[in-house]
């Protein structure tokens, strides 16, 4: 519905709208990076740029983010990553027992990945 609404508007107000209502992505700190469906997640984001900014389907996802100005939403998800690893880390007990809990008994590999992706972010 919003796309008919929305669809005469200037690319960059359908941007800004975009990145509003459809990237918060709350708990993705949380979430399992190696899982297959984080790809899911970034192809559907990449398509909803291309259809912001009305780009053919065979337009590479590089020059995608790159007209937007934005990363690419794994660049961005994984730099996220790094607030489990500080929360690790923190000199409050508090934030260090519920990063442990989270990380430990859900069994998420983002404090592994975290070290991997720190180079990159």
């Known amino acids: 519905m919003c796309c008919a609404i929305f669809w005469k508007r200037d690319p960059l107000v359908k941007l800004k709208l975009l ?8 708990g993705s700190v949380l979430w399992d990076m190696t ?3 984080i790809e899911d997640v970034c192809v559907a984001s990449r398509k909803g740029l291309r259809r912001v900014w009305d780009l ?6 590089i020059f995608v983010t790159s007209l937007c100005g934005l990363s690419q939403l ?7 990553v790094k607030f489990i690893g500080k929360c690790l880390n923190s000199s409050n007990y508090v934030v ?6 989270d990380v ?3 069994r998420l590999y983002n404090v592994l990945l975290c070290t991997i992706v720190r180079s990159s972010c």
């Open 19 to 26: 990145c509003s209502y459809c990237s918060d992505f709350y």
């Open 35 to 37: 899982h297959s469906a």
């Open 56 to 61: 053919p389907a065979a337009t590479h996802s």
């Open 74 to 80: 794994k660049v961005e998800l994984a730099c996220r």
């Open 96 to 101: 260090k027992h519920v990063a442990k809990q």
């Open 104 to 106: 430990y008994f859900q």
